[in-house]
């Protein structure tokens, strides 16, 4: 009897200290019920580095001097349109991916030094991506991301341009879709 006893002793403690983690764990990422094992996060240092952020703002800056269309804008609500909150990462990552191979590489003799610096950054924040999914149907994700795709592509070098442009703002959302 003793020694059952002790067994469902252990048993409770472990549940005990699982759960304890479980809560320590939603505390850290301020409440938010993502799965702990989840690749669709960012470490918070990432945008936390002043010289590289100072880099993509700028690159950001001089790209929008460039732009003189006003009247559209890529990165904003319509982008996120029928996305639950806790899918907005994985949607970053397709627009970051979108942005680093059919606008930044054929773009990346433009817009020196800045170019050169962010180009790597976005790509190793795109690699930290690489494994994230989302389950089930993500058609929505994919037809937002794909009428992004069609604008800049409609505007042809100048949606490229405006892409750039939106660096900051592409930034800002996956700081806040990813962190």
């Known amino acids: 009897m003793a020694t059952v006893q002790k067994s469902v002793i252990a048993s409770f403690m472990g549940t005990l200290a699982a759960g304890c983690l ?10 938010a019920a993502v799965p702990i094992s989840s690749h669709c996060r960012l470490d918070k240092a990432n945008f936390q ?3 590289i952020t100072n880099r993509t703002f700028m690159l950001a800056k001089e790209a ?4 003189n269309n006003t009247d559209v804008r890529l990165i904003g609500e319509k982008l996120f349109h029928g996305v639950h909150m806790s899918e907005h ?9 979108f942005t ?3 606008v930044l590489l054929p773009q990346s003799d433009r817009f020196q030094p800045y170019m ?15 494994q994230c999914h989302i389950q089930g149907n993500d058609q929505h994700i994919q037809t937002n991301v794909q009428k992004l795709k069609d604008t ?6 100048i ?15 996956l700081r806040n879709a990813c962190v």
């Open 49 to 51: 580095q002043p010289y």
């Open 152 to 157: 800049v592509k409609k505007l042809g070098e």
């Open 89 to 97: 990462c994985y949607l970053m990552k397709q627009v970051l991916n």
């Open 64 to 67: 929008s001097l460039a732009d």
């Open 22 to 31: 479980l809560l320590i764990a939603l505390l850290v990422q301020e409440g």
């Open 100 to 102: 680093l191979v059919e």
């Open 116 to 130: 050169q610096e962010v180009v790597p950054f976005l790509d190793r924040l795109s690699n930290k991506l690489s």
């Open 159 to 173: 949606g490229e341009i405006k892409a750039i442009g939106e660096l900051g703002l592409l930034f800002m959302a």
